[in-house]
T-cell receptor, first 114, second 119 residues
């Protein structure tokens, strides 16, 4: 267990509302990631962080923002949720020096936007 | 651009059969890493193996084996004597190491192969 906690585990929200998902780690790893998983698309990177206040975009970053004010927390915010953002969101940490190291994933957050 | 193709969307086998999951990748990086992850019906994602581009040795771990062939850009995964507990979605992933510094951290996943092992 790599000590990753995602919250909430499930959320239903309405179109147009802001939503924040939290990823918390207990092991002080530098690299953290947010992925979304959708049928037929596999896992796609939204944003990642390589340190406190250091973040970068992934391949599907539109409509999402992130913040990392502490090593242990990586927040994903949907500024104005849309139905296309209904998905399962996974947080992951790299146990090494970045993307060339294995990722450990949280248990996921199932988000439904109605 | 990097790409991972898992052409088999779903595979169904009967217990004790051997099954191979295909993974074909594309990258222009000379240094890269390949991964396999497992997602059982419970939903969590579990790391299985990592291979770097300079190590083409096949790997065996119990009933699992991996065949890495740079000549065909493939990193296939074989389960021998499959069991019901092997039922899961399996993802192949690629991380290319850019030559220039500041390259982005983009681990690219295939779309996954859903394996169902029937008793």
């Amino acid at each position: 267990d790599a000590g990753i906690t995602q919250s909430p585990r499930h959320k239903v929200t309405e179109t147009g509302t802001p939503v924040t998902l939290r990823c918390h780690q207990t092991e002080n790893h530098r690299y953290m990631y947010w992925y979304r998983q959708d049928p037929g698309h596999g896992l796609r990177l939204i944003h990642y962080s390589y340190g406190v206040k250091d973040t970068d975009k992934g391949e599907v970053s539109d409509g999402y923002s992130v913040s990392r004010s502490k090593t242990e927390d990586f927040l994903l915010t949907l500024e104005s949720a849309t139905s296309s953002q209904t998905s399962v969101y996974f947080c992951a940490i790299s146990v090494g020096t970045g993307g060339n190291s294995p990722l450990h994933f949280g248990n996921g957050t199932r988000l439904t936007v109605t | 651009a990097q790409k991972v193709t898992q052409a088999q969307t779903e595979i169904s086998v009967v217990e004790k059969e051997d099954v191979t999951l295909d993974c074909v990748y594309e990258t222009r990086d000379t240094t890269y890493y390949l991964f396999w992850y497992k997602q059982p019906p419970s939903g969590e994602l579990v790391f299985l193996i990592r291979r770097n581009s300079f190590d083409e040795q096949n790997e065996i771990s119990g009933r699992y084996s991996w065949n890495f062939q740079k000549s065909t850009s493939s990193f296939n995964f074989t389960i021998t004597a499959s069991q019901v507990v092997d039922s899961a979605v399996y993802f192949c992933a690629l991380f290319g190491v850019p030559i220039t510094q500041g390259g982005s951290e983009k681990l690219v996943f295939g779309k996954g192969t859903k394996l169902t092992v029937n008793p």
